[in-house]
């Protein structure tokens, strides 16, 4: 299946988070589900991702973008889902019921990238000596609250619970926060467990962002 190919930034290049959570998101789902595929990943401070080819596949100039044959896909939740039936069973979705309130939980994390990345590019567009901290914290505060959803879906959650889309969805988000310096515990202890269980997966230490360090960025407070 070599003509699957994911365009998405080099983290390297992606100021200060050095992350692109929905464009990492799909690179794990190719990576769980066996997927053959074709990486370009593109400098993302040149502007790279706004070459005259890849705005002729997506003309709003958003990255990543998933190409297979003739199909172009430009929403990761999108991707996610339309790469789990590109393999053989075990999907990372269910069926019947089940799948239905899972696809559920997975469009429900696109609120969890907004108001992630509603603070990821604010602090990236500004110089820590020209950010509003009291704009930083409402957008912390922001992040928590949605956080804290997540953190009763994991509580109700067994944890041997096999991987889902939703875990790869949830997880690149809170990965960014806490090398941020987001705390998750105490306040997110199932959550936190959840992540330490997420992290150590294969495909995740393969992709992990190379441009992070163990020790956590002081950029997040709170």
């Not at 990255?63 to 990372?92: C, F, N, R």
């Not at 202890?189 to 441009?211: E, H, I």
Request: hydrophobic fraction near 45%.
């Amino acid at each position: 299946m070599a003509d699957v190919r994911l365009y998405m930034p080099s983290f390297d290049t992606v100021q200060l988070i050095r992350c692109s959570p929905p464009s990492w998101m799909v690179r794990l789902g190719l990576e769980e589900r066996g997927i053959d595929y074709d990486l370009e990943e593109l400098d993302f401070g040149a502007r790279e991702h706004r070459r005259a080819d890849l705005l002729e596949l997506n003309p709003r100039g958003t990255i990543p973008i998933l190409k297979h044959g003739d199909l172009v896909l430009t929403e990761a939740l999108s991707m996610l889902q339309y790469i789990d039936g590109l393999a053989d069973d075990p999907a990372l979705m269910p069926t019947g019921i089940e799948g239905a309130r899972a696809v559920d939980l997975l469009h429900a994390s696109a609120r969890l990238k907004s108001v992630g990345m509603e603070l990821f590019g604010y602090i990236m567009r500004m110089a820590a000596e020209e950010r509003d901290p009291i704009r930083v914290d409402a957008l912390i505060g922001q992040l928590q609250g949605e956080l804290e959803h997540w953190e009763q879906h994991y509580a109700a959650a067994a944890e041997d619970a096999p991987l889902s889309l939703v875990d790869l969805s949830v997880m690149t988000y809170v990965a960014t926060s806490a090398q941020l310096g987001l705390q998750l515990t105490p306040r997110f202890p199932k959550l936190a467990a959840a992540f330490a269980r997420w992290k150590a997966r294969p495909a995740v230490t393969r992709t992990w962002p190379s441009g992070w360090s163990e020790r956590p960025l002081n950029v997040l407070s709170g």
